[in-house]
Every structure is written in structure tokens, then in C-alpha cells.
T-cell receptor, first 116, second 111 residues
Framework: GAGVSQTPSNKVTEKGKYVELRCDPI?????LYWYRQSLGQGPEFLIY????????DSGLPNDRFFAVRPEGSVSTLKIQRTERGDSAVYLC??????????????FGEGSWLTVV | AQSVTQPDIHITVSEGASLELRCNYS??????LFWYVQSPGQGLQLLLK??????LVQGIKGFEAEFKRSQSSFNLRKPSVHWSDAAEYFC?????????FGKGTLLTVNP
């Protein structure tokens, strides 16, 4: 597709369960980002990939959160032992190159996660 | 710590009126600054960005923003608002890859 694609668009899960959220960036974009947006807040940075490697994962809140990008394209955000406080919209974004290149970052529509 | 503040949670304007959304930042050096718009069911869309140079930045949809170092501000403006501008607006700053967002300003446009 033309934009950043995220699946699922909505996910309801029970507390303690494992969740995977998928992001398909714009074709050819080497940089990929995950942000989290809680209700009434602006997005918060989670992790940045340049190619296959995580260049900066300082925003991941704890070790229950993990993200991979094995082939430098699609990325998966994985959340173990989900908690109600994990409920948020998880936004994925991509750009042609990363760092301080000045390339525009394009966001997907997000995956709404609700933990009950 | 780096921070971005949007003092107005909600603003209502009439269609055709001018608009100014406020944004203040706190950084050690001049950050990259951005304005994004978020409409229901749509992802964040970049309106404009400031990296360096001319402090008045033109964006899409008729928006502009002015970087004022002395006031640590990067306010968004539009001379005449259209009903389709109703959305939530986020100011962000930082490096190009690690953005700090404000909490957003919800814009309502009255006919």
C-alpha cells in the first residue's frame, strides 16, 4: 500500500495475555519507529529501528515490551503479560532514512489495544 | 529534560476566523520542531517542520508557524479556518527520529 499499514486496527485482550502488533512500513523506508499514545496524551517514543537493528530502544517502558524487525521491513511489537495500563494506541511510523536526515516521518493509523 | 507544552487543551473558532495554536518548548539547544494534525480514523499527518534558517515556516493546508527563540515558542497559525480543519493538533520537538509531543489541542470549528 501507499502508507504505513498496521494490524490489527483493534485488539482486546485479557490481562496477562501476550500480544503482537504488526507494522508494514512504506516500501523502501529504512527507518521505522514505534510510539504509544494514551488517552488524552500526545504520542510517546518507544523504539527506533534503522534497518534491522534497534538504534534506540530507550522508550520501551519495561522488559515486557520487545520489538523486532528481522528483515528490515515489517516490524512486530510484542507485549508480554499485558496489564491494564498497557491500553493505548500503538503508532508505527517510517521514514526514508533515519537519524537527523530531515526526512519526513509518516505515521500509520495505529493499533488500538485494550487490556481488560 | 526536554519538554513540549501546549497550553490550550481545546479551542473553538468560527469558520473563516483566524487561528493561532500555542506551543512552547524546553530544550538545551534549538530542537527540530514540528506540527502534526490528527483526525478521527486517520494517522498523524505532518503539517510543517522547522530545522533551521528562516523562522517563518510554511506548511500544507495553508498553515504556517513561527519559531521564536526568545519566547521558546513555535505557534501555529492560519488566517482563515475551514470546517475541515477541525481535528487535534500536536506540537513536537526533538531530534528527527525521537520526538517529544505535547498533549495536543483539540480544535472545534463552528459554522
Amino acid at each position: 500500500g501507499a502508507g504505513v499499514s498496521q494490524t490489527p486496527s483493534n485488539k482486546v485482550t485479557e490481562k496477562g495475555k501476550y500480544v503482537e502488533l504488526r507494522c508494514d512500513p512504506i516500501s523502501g523506508h529504512t527507518a521505522l519507529y514505534w510510539y504509544r499514545q494514551s488517552l488524552g496524551q500526545g504520542p510517546e517514543f518507544l523504539i527506533y529501528f534503522q534497518g534491522t537493528g534497534a538504534a534506540d530502544d530507550s522508550g520501551l517502558p519495561n522488559d515486557r515490551f520487545f520489538a523486532v524487525r528481522p528483515e528490515g521491513s515489517v516490524s512486530t511489537l510484542k507485549i508480554q503479560r499485558t496489564e491494564r495500563g498497557d491500553s493505548a494506541v500503538y503508532l508505527c511510523a517510517s521514514s526514508l532514512t533515519g537519524g537527523n536526515s530531515g526526512n519526513t516521518i509518516y505515521f500509520g493509523e495505529g493499533s488500538w489495544l485494550t487490556v481488560v | 529534560a526536554q519538554s513540549v507544552t501546549q497550553p490550550d487543551i481545546h479551542i473553538t473558532v468560527s469558520e473563516g476566523a483566524s487561528l493561532e495554536l500555542r506551543c512552547n518548548y524546553s530544550y538545551g539547544a534549538t530542537p527540530y520542531l514540528f506540527w502534526y494534525v490528527q483526525s478521527p480514523g486517520q494517522g498523524l499527518q505532518l503539517l510543517l517542520k522547522y530545522f533551521s534558517g528562516d523562522t517563518l515556516v510554511q506548511g500544507i493546508k495553508g498553515f504556517e508557524a513561527e519559531f521564536k527563540r526568545s519566547q521558546s515558542s513555535f505557534n501555529l497559525r492560519k488566517p482563515s479556518v475551514h470546517w475541515s480543519d477541525a481535528a487535534e493538533y500536536f506540537c513536537a520537538g526533538g531530534s528527527n527520529y525521537k520526538l517529544t509531543f505535547g498533549k495536543g489541542t483539540l480544535l472545534t470549528v463552528n459554522p
